[in-house]
């Protein structure tokens, strides 16, 4: 039988794995990745919680979770775009003018 | 080792290898497509969970929208690899030291969380089973029920995050071009029509 412990374990390994992209890739788009897999990995929880306690809670998070993913997808996309038309470059690094 | 234990670790395993794969690939495409791949373990796993419309709405949504829109970007930027390759070594030597950090940090967060369920355990608040626990919800018609009666709210809102989002995303990716002379019109204007 699979137990809660063990998604939960899962959950937190592919949460690891998101924030390990964040904190070593230099490309903005795998930044982006490493966010949804975050994000998976928080969904994954929700929904193993929600089954152990019997209710449709943890289902409906999840859809929420997916909405704000979408516009977050959205919007960080678009503003990846704009970034590439004035530096031609997708590097985090390339875009530091506002730090002092 | 019954037969739900090995699609949880087939699934899990699929779905922890393609991440690690989509952090470890240079070709963004293959980043997206491997994602794709995580994400049908994922919505196996859900389905293992008792929970098929989010299974289903994983794939729909998740692996056939976003990632979509995800693969759209990558192609009209058209940076099949991020870098050349003699960026890529003074890269590493820029960044080893960072890389490292990042590296050692995400390792002292997956102890963090193991170390935290494993107290949990130990303090009797483990989790047996999932076999004896209660029902599962698993109707489209109950879920439906709960969203929009206790949830309703937020479902209202999250329609506002998505207009505001839809809004954004247009301003924000639109090339600011100086805006036309009064007699100028819109054939005249498409002429200095950018390349993307």
Not at chain 1, 3 to 16: G, I, K, P, R, W
Not at chain 2, 79 to 98: F, I, L, N, P, Y
Request: charged fraction near 10%; avoid cysteine; hydrophobic fraction near 60%.
């Amino acid at each position: 039988m699979v137990t809660l412990n063990q998604y939960l374990l899962l959950s937190a390994v592919l949460f690891a794995i998101g924030a390990l992209g964040v904190f070593v890739r230099r490309n903005l788009i795998t930044i982006l990745l490493s966010i949804e897999i975050m994000l998976n990995a928080v969904n994954l929880t929700f929904v193993a919680a929600g089954r152990a306690f019997g209710t449709a809670d943890g289902q409906i998070i999840v859809f929420f979770v997916m909405t704000v993913a979408a516009a977050e997808a959205a919007v960080g996309l678009a503003i990846i775009i704009a970034l590439f038309r004035h530096r031609e470059s997708l590097d985090p690094d390339a875009f530091t003018s506002l730090k002092w | 080792m019954g037969p739900d234990q090995i699609l949880f670790y087939v699934l899990g395993g699929v779905a922890v290898v393609a991440s690690l794969m989509v952090i470890g690939q240079r070709n963004p495409i293959h980043s997206v497509l491997l994602l794709i791949a995580s994400f049908g373990g994922l919505s196996g796993l859900y389905i293992l969970l008792d929970a098929p419309f989010v299974a289903v709405i994983q794939i729909i949504i998740y692996a056939g929208a976003i990632m979509v829109l995800f693969l759209f970007v990558v192609m009209l930027l058209n940076v099949a690899r991020e870098d050349t390759e003699q960026d890529e070594r003074v890269h590493v030597q820029v960044h080893r030291g960072s890389m490292r950090l990042g590296a050692v940090l995400a390792g002292l967060l997956v102890v963090e969380l193991v170390w935290a369920l494993a107290s949990a355990g130990t303090l009797g608040g483990t989790f047996g089973p999932m076999a004896g626990l209660p029902a599962p919800v698993t109707s489209v018609h109950v879920i439906g029920q709960v969203l929009f009666t206790r949830y309703a709210f937020p479902f209202e809102v999250t329609s506002i995050l998505i207009l505001v989002a839809m809004v954004g995303a247009v301003v924000l990716a639109r090339r600011e071009t100086p805006r036309p002379a009064a007699g100028a019109d819109a054939a005249g204007g498409s002429e200095e029509r950018p390349a993307f």
